[in-house]
C-alpha cells in the first residue's frame, strides 16, 4: 500500500512539473534560446555538503548551500537580457519549496523549477523543446562521486547529449565560467565556447 501510495506522488508530481515547463514555454518565440540549468555542483556548491553532513534535513542543507559567484553572474546576465532561464535538477520532489527559497534568496527567481528523479530524465525537457524547434543550451555538470574522492561522470547521458542538436556546457565550460565571469563579463564572453553538435544551432 506504501509503495503504491509512492508512486502515485511521484506520477502526480512528475505531471505538475512536466504542466508547470510546457506552461513556461508556451508563449516563448520559437527562435528564443532556451536555458536549461542544473543547480547541484553547477549553480550550487553542492558536494561538500554531502561529505560533512551536518543538517537537520535534507531541506536544511539545500537552504545552506554556498553559490557560484560566476555561474551566478553567467545566469542574471541572461535573465537580465531577457532570455529564458530554466532550472532543472535531479532532487527529492519534497524539496521544491527549498529549492525555489535558495533560487530567491540569491536573486534568482525563476518562474519555472524543474524537479526530476534521474539525471536521465533532464532529457526528456530537451527532448520536448527540441520537437518544438526551439534552440537550446543545457548546462549541467553530469558529474558524482565528489565526496568521496573520485568524480564521475554520467557518461550515458553525455553520449545522449553529444547526439541531439543543441549547445551543451559541461564540467570543462562550467570551470571556465566560473573563474571568468567572476570578475569580468565581457571576459567571459570572449572566452567561453559551447560544445555545439550540429551547425543549425
Same mark, same amino acid.
Given at each position: ?51 560533512? $553532513? ?7 542543507? $539545500? ?26 535538477? &535531479?532532487?527529492?520532489?519534497?524539496? $521544491? ?6 533560487? &530567491? ?13 534521474? &539525471? ?60 571568468? $565571469? ?20
Amino acid at each position: 500500500m506504501k509503495r503504491l501510495f509512492k508512486v502515485i506522488v511521484f506520477g502526480v508530481c512528475n505531471l505538475y512539473f512536466k504542466y508547470r515547463f510546457r506552461r513556461s514555454i508556451r508563449n516563448t518565440n520559437q527562435n528564443e534560446v532556451i536555458y536549461l540549468v542544473d543547480i547541484d555542483n553547477t549553480l550550487a556548491d553542492t558536494w561538500p555538503s554531502l561529505r560533512n $553532513y551536518v543538517y537537520r534535513s535534507e531541506s536544511h542543507r $539545500y537552504s545552506s548551500l554556498s553559490i557560484f559567484i560566476g555561474m551566478r553572474n553567467f545566469i542574471l546576465d541572461k535573465i537580465m537580457t531577457k532570455q529564458k532561464v530554466i532550472f532543472i535538477s &535531479a532532487r527529492s520532489y519534497l524539496d $521544491y519549496f527549498p529549492t525555489r527559497k535558495w533560487l &530567491a534568496g540569491n536573486g534568482l527567481k525563476s518562474d519555472c523549477i524543474i524537479l526530476v528523479r534521474r &539525471a536521465e530524465d533532464k532529457l526528456n525537457y530537451i527532448n520536448e523543446l527540441l520537437s518544438r524547434s526551439m534552440p537550446v543550451v543545457y548546462i549541467d555538470d553530469l558529474s558524482y562521486g565528489h565526496e568521496f574522492g573520485e568524480v564521475r561522470l554520467y557518461e550515458r547521458v553525455i553520449v545522449k547529449l553529444k547526439e541531439l542538436p543543441i549547445k551543451y556546457l559541461g564540467v570543462k565550460e562550467i570551470e571556465l565560467i566560473n573563474s571568468a $565571469y567572476e570578475t569580468s563579463n565581457k571576459g567571459a564572453k570572449k572566452n567561453i565556447t559551447y560544445h555545439q553538435n550540429h551547425s543549425n544551432n
